[in-house]
């Protein structure tokens, strides 16, 4: 008899990788499976195999999650979204005849508005930051650029041109990758970081610390939410919301989405659309016009 953790590992370590997704990805399926895993385990007398599940059971973990744990209804969505797809994977392997997940009862998602920073605002952060530390520069860079922060992190020295003010973005195996123009503030900050900033280490990495000579993302979090608490803001500022807040101040700007679309790496023009949305302020303004 085969385990569910066994299972779990097999589409972790042999399936995923093969799909070519991200180490954030599979990291994230791993630890939202071993956490539905462990679950199992406290509440059952035996190890779980894949055949012990049903669409009852998943809805009690769901409820577990919302109860117990105060998960948000986003991340207990998640965490069905990764289990369906894990069983749809045990499906196509002959491991089970049905996605329980199928069956599970739907439950309303409210979607929070993430608010993009003006380019005031993001001036704020860089000048409490400091404008020649880690932070300042860091903080720059996501929002001159609007790239994830894997992408950022992941940067190597060569990836970086400032001759021809370029970075080239490696988008990963089978996708386009794509060019980002460093603007003329860009090009000042990262010349400033290159001669005075960079520690002295021996790392193909553009972004690295001397301690590893690696800049993880946990790290960049933790240096904006420095900034965030130096500031008093009441805003939960994120890496994503400064790329947010690149593409809607591009908007703002007469720039068109698929300029925008292209900057950004989105492969669907659906995904920009999102940066459309406007405040009311904004929109009292416009009607103010006509």
Known sequence: MQYL???????????????????????????????????????????????????????????????????????????LHCLSSFMNYAVRENKIKVNPCTKVSKFSVSKKERHALTEEEVLQMVQAAGDKTFSGVLISTLYYTGMRISELCNLTLNDVSLSSNTIHIKEGKGKKDRIIPISPKLKDILTFYLDSLRPKVF???????????????????????????????????????????????????????????????????RTTEIYLHTNAEELHEAVSRL
Not at 64 to 79: G, I, V
Request: hydrophobic share 35%; glycine share 4%; charged share 30%.
């Open 203 to 269: 790392s193909k990495r553009f972004f690295a610390t001397s301690k590893t000579g690696k800049f993880s993302q946990v790290y960049a979090r933790y240096l904006i939410k420095e900034v965030e608490r130096k500031l008093g803001w009441e805003k939960n500022i994120t890496c994503h919301i400064l790329r947010h807040s690149t593409a809607s101040n591009l908007l703002r700007k007469g720039v068109s989405l698929l300029q925008i679309q292209k900057l950004l790496g989105h492969s669907s023009l």
């Open 5 to 79: 953790l066994h299972d779990i590992n097999e589409f972790i370590y042999e399936h995923l990788p093969m799909l070519d997704r991200s180490k954030e990805t599979i990291n994230g399926y791993k630890n939202d499976l071993y956490m539905f895993n462990d679950w199992l385990m406290d509440n059952s007398e035996r190890k779980p195999t894949l055949q012990d599940i049903h669409h009852k059971l998943i809805e009690k973990y769901l409820f577990y999650l919302k109860r117990q744990k105060n998960y948000a209804d986003t991340s207990r969505l998640r965490q």
